[in-house]
């Protein structure tokens, strides 16, 4: 038998996407909120010592006085270097320049918005966090509704109670058992970890490492002798798996590692002022969009730049590095600079989508998703959620969370258009605080004044809006 043997050649086209440190950075740039945005630029300037802050000098143009020896430049690579410095330097006048501008049209509203008294006192509240992580999982509205739910059912340790149905809860969302409990299953695996078990051992479970899932004692000992670690019966234990009391100790060291009452890593707050990111203004009939940049420290080059090429001629490892940080800062303003343009972006088409809310001052918010937001703009739907994310916008309605202005659909209208759940919520508010408390409307009843109005929703929906404005039912109600 003849065996012949050939050598081909294939091509074979693929995509992949690899974040690059620079564009990680910029992504991290887009979703920081202003404080915290600004203790980035004055870490990143500590960082650099091509960077100062402009405040601390009070003759700017010091630094261009600055001289010393005639830099020897044999290759060329000082002078290329030189020039990179010297463009570093116009980018950071121009970027100061156009923050100048920008801060000088919002002087007219500093009187009235950048005061600390009008800002409202908030918590850093850690449930909404917790809630802000599951927003952005890839899952269907209505899945995300089922996985909200979930979380604000949970007591103060985090737990669900141990009867708790998660697949007829599922059910009543339109989900199958196999995909409540796996969207269960990923809250679980939210940090931080635990948070909507039903028993201890769910909980502590949860925490496992992957690997960890796979000892079957470790397992077995977190569900079902538990008692005996606490009450130090450890012969037990070893007797019953046959393993000696150091390796039970040792599990007993693992499992002392785990948080039991995760919630109430989610009920430990503390106060702070929120300081709007976006500033919005009716002006002649028009909303005006100002990126509020008071908190944005100017930057300058250092005037020690020349003595830091002086010092570094003919060494090519210490010209690569300041050409490093040359680049670095470069790439810091313009992610700035793309920063406040999405933001910008961002709220200017939220107006648009919403403007029976701005222009007509109804109070309600029509349907409104990152998708919508993200086709408009021309831009990942990831990219809405992080511009949107602890952020704030001082609006004429008061100061307002920016994800607040994006809300999910309750039902259709009479003309089959979409109705938003703050739109019901607000409606549901009224007949109730309007009802003869004598006799108090039912679920039912509020479902039927609705229909009447156009508005098709649900019993259920209309039961848990209620729960969510902390309405009793018609029967509590009753007086």
């Known amino acids: 038998m003849n065996q012949k043997i050939s050598q081909t050649i294939n091509l074979r ?19 920081l909120p202003l404080i915290e945005l600004e203790l980035a630029l004055k870490n990143e300037i500590v960082q650099n010592p091509l960077l100062e802050l402009s405040e601390e000098y009070d003759d700017e143009n010091s630094y261009l006085e600055e001289t010393g020896a005639e830099i020897k430049d044999p290759d060329g ?34 009187n009235e918005s950048a005061n600390m008294e009008n800002y409202i006192k908030a918590d850093d509240n850690l449930q909404r966090i917790f809630t802000d992580l599951i927003d952005e999982y ?39 058992p196999k995909r409540a409990n796996r969207i269960h299953q990923k809250i679980l695996q939210t940090k931080p970890k635990g948070i909507t078990a039903r028993t201890l051992a769910e909980c502590l479970i949860a925490q496992l490492e992957p690997y960890e899932l796979q000892d079957l004692v470790l397992l077995s000992i977190i569900r079902h002798d538990f008692n005996d670690l606490i009450y130090r019966r450890f012969q037990n234990i070893a007797t019953k798996y046959d393993i000696t009391e ?24 503390k106060a702070s002022y929120i300081v709007p990111d976006v500033i919005v203004r009716k002006i002649a009939g028009e909303y005006e969009i100002i990126i509020n940049d008071n908190y944005v420290p100017r930057i300058t080059l250092s005037r020690h730049y020349r003595t830091m090429l002086s010092e570094s001629a003919g060494d090519k490892v210490a010209l690569n590095y300041i050409r490093s940080k040359v680049n670095s800062a470069r790439f810091l303003i313009k992610s ?21 809310f701005f222009y007509n001052n109804s109070g309600i918010l029509e349907p409104l998703t990152y998708s919508v937001i993200a086709s408009d703009l021309n831009v990942n739907e990831s990219t809405i959620s992080r511009v949107v994310k602890l952020k704030y ?21 009479k ?38 109005r156009g508005i098709s929703v649900s019993r259920r929906v209309i039961a848990k809006y209620r729960e969510e404005l902390q309405i009793p039912n018609s029967r509590l109600r009753r007086k």
């Open 77 to 110: 690579e000082m002078s290329e270097t030189l020039d990179e410095v010297k463009e570093l330097s116009e980018i950071l006048d121009s970027w100061n320049e156009y923050n100048d501008e920008r801060e000088y049209s919002s002087k007219s509203y500093e």
């Open 393 to 413: 916008a001082d609006t004429p309605f008061g100061i307002m969370c920016l994800k607040d202005f994006f809300c999910s659909a309750a039902g259709k209208d």
């Open 138 to 176: 890839p899952i269907s509205e209505q899945e995300k509704d089922f996985a909200f739910e979930l979380v604000e059912s949970t007591n103060e340790y985090g737990f669900l109670p141990e009867d708790y149905n998660i697949e007829e809860k599922g059910a009543e969302y339109g989900l199958s």
């Open 246 to 269: 150091k390796e039970v100790m040792s599990y007993r060291e693992r499992i002392s590692q785990l948080d039991p009452k995760p919630g109430i890593r989610l009920n430990s707050s």
């Open 415 to 452: 003309n089959y258009d979409a109705v938003s759940k703050q739109n019901v919520q607000i409606q549901i508010s009224e007949l109730i605080e309007k009802e003869d408390k004598r006799s108090p409307l039912s679920d039912q009843f509020i479902v039927n004044i609705l229909k009447e």
């Open 13 to 31: 086209q693929t995509q992949e996407l690899t974040l690059k440190p620079q564009m990680i950075q910029s992504l991290k740039m887009l979703a």
């Open 336 to 356: 700035i600079y793309m920063r406040s343009r999405t933001l910008e972006r961002v709220m200017r088409s939220i107006i648009n989508y919403q403007k029976d």
